[in-house]
C-alpha cells in the first residue's frame, strides 16, 4: 500500500472517532438534572405579533404553562393556562407535556432552548428565562378536597399536588356546599378558579379558592 493511502486512511479513522467523541460530548453537555427552569419566548401567529408563552418545568416531573393570545378585530387580549406532568421520551432530547388537552412534544437544542413539535414551518422556539417569575395565576382547577376538622388539604388532578386551603377567598362558599352534600365522610371532588402560592425554593406552600365552581361527593378525578 502506497504511503498516500495510508496516510488518506489514517485521516478517515482520526475524522471519524472525532466525530463519536462530538456526538457523546453533545449528549454528555445535556444531563437530566440541567432540564429544569423557567422557559419563555413568542410563538408565531397569523396576522399578531406573536403570543406569549411560558414553560415552568419542575424538577419534580409538573409543569406549569401559559400562553397570552394577544387582542385582535374579534376578541381582547386573553390568557391560556395547563399544568401537568412532563416526561422524557425517545432519546431524552425530547419532552412531553401531558396535561389537559392534547399533548405537547419540546425538542432540547441545547441546556437553554426548547422547541416545539408543530406542523408549522415557523419555529416555535421557548429560551430559558432566569429572570421570569415562577408561575403564579389564577386558572381552573379540578381535584379531591379533605377536611381535617376547620381545615382543608387539595390534591389537583393533573399533577398530584397535594395543598393547604387558606380560608379566605371563596373558601367560605366552598366549605357551605361542601357540608350540603355530606359533610367530612370522605373526599369529595371539586372544581374552581384558584391559586398557588410557593415559597422561595418552589415548594408549594399553600393554595387559596378565588372562585368557586362546583362539588361532588361522589367525584374523582
Not at 382543608?152 to 350540603?180: M, N, W
Request: with cysteine.
Amino acid at each position: 500500500m502506497s504511503l498516500k493511502r495510508v496516510l488518506l486512511l489514517f485521516v478517515i479513522v482520526i475524522v471519524g472517532s472525532c466525530g463519536g467523541d462530538h456526538d457523546s460530548n453533545n449528549v454528555a453537555e445535556l444531563p437530566d438534572e440541567s432540564l429544569p427552569g423557567v422557559y419563555s419566548g413568542a410563538f408565531p401567529c397569523e396576522g399578531c405579533a406573536g403570543i406569549v408563552t411560558t414553560l415552568w418545568l419542575r424538577a419534580d416531573g409538573r409543569f406549569f404553562f401559559q400562553q397570552r393570545y394577544p387582542a385582535d378585530n374579534s376578541h381582547d387580549a386573553m390568557d391560556a393556562y395547563n399544568l401537568g406532568r412532563w416526561s422524557f421520551v425517545g432519546d431524552d432530547r425530547a419532552i412531553e407535556l401531558a396535561g389537559a388537552g392534547p399533548a405537547r412534544t419540546f425538542m432540547r437544542l441545547d441546556r437553554d432552548t426548547l422547541v416545539m413539535r408543530t406542523d408549522s414551518e415557523l419555529e416555535h422556539r421557548l429560551t430559558r428565562d432566569p429572570g421570569a417569575a415562577e408561575f403564579s395565576a389564577t386558572i381552573r382547577m379540578a381535584g379531591t378536597m379533605r377536611m381535617r376538622g376547620d381545615s382543608a388539604s387539595f390534591t389537583e388532578c393533573l399533577t398530584g399536588f397535594i395543598a393547604p386551603v387558606s380560608k379566605g377567598g371563596d373558601f367560605a362558599r366552598f366549605l357551605h356546599q361542601y357540608r350540603s352534600v355530606g359533610g367530612p365522610r370522605k373526599p369529595a371532588y371539586v372544581e374552581f378558579e384558584g391559586r398557588f402560592f410557593w415559597s422561595g425554593d418552589g415548594t408549594l406552600k399553600s393554595l387559596t379558592i378565588e372562585r368557586f365552581v362546583t362539588v361532588k361527593a361522589d367525584g374523582a378525578c
